[in-house]
């Protein structure tokens, strides 16, 4: 039994959470208040379902980093074309994370982990990669700090199962710092040539 990850991680987690948002209170407020002005009627958060520790469903919130306009038939139009000004760079600095650390309280989310991706993507994975459903989803992760969107999903899904089976304090500690650094660089925020990371199509047993 891994008692950090069993026992003292949860408690971590909503320790360091509910620190953070102390800290975090004035900033947040400011962007969301950014996010209202840029947005209007749009709102300044966007919620999607997404699997969580043993793929149990969620709903995950986040800063809202585009906007709603619609081509002529109704229909949304490219991520590129609706990705604000404050929406590049909130997500550049990854601050559209902070309202995670709800998730987090909730026991939703750990801080780190393998990050929670589409429902979709569900019957998508084949049984290794799977695994990585086998703790709680994180706000960052090995996979993050190692190329985050940068890299093939196939290596990212590698990462997050090795975090699986070497989850301990001293890592957590270390990706975490290394999750700050990342930040302050604005490094490996998305796939060159693209303003949000492809989407997954799967790599299934046969």
Known sequence: MNLYKEVYKPFFDRSMAALACVIAFIPVVLIAILLRLVHGKGGVFFTQLRPGKDEAIFKLVKFKTMNDKRDVAGNLLPDAERLTGIGTFIRKTSLDELPQLWNVLKGDMSLVGPRPLLVQYLPLYNSEQMRRHVVK??????AQVNGRNAIRWEEKFKLDVWYVDNVNFALDLKILYMTFLKVL????ISQ??????????????K
Do not use: C, L, V, Y
């Open 185 to 188: 660089g604005q490094r490996n």
């Open 192 to 205: 060159d040539g693209h303003s949000t990371i492809e989407a997954f199509k799967g790599n299934i047993d």
């Open 137 to 142: 989803p994180g706000i960052t992760g090995w």
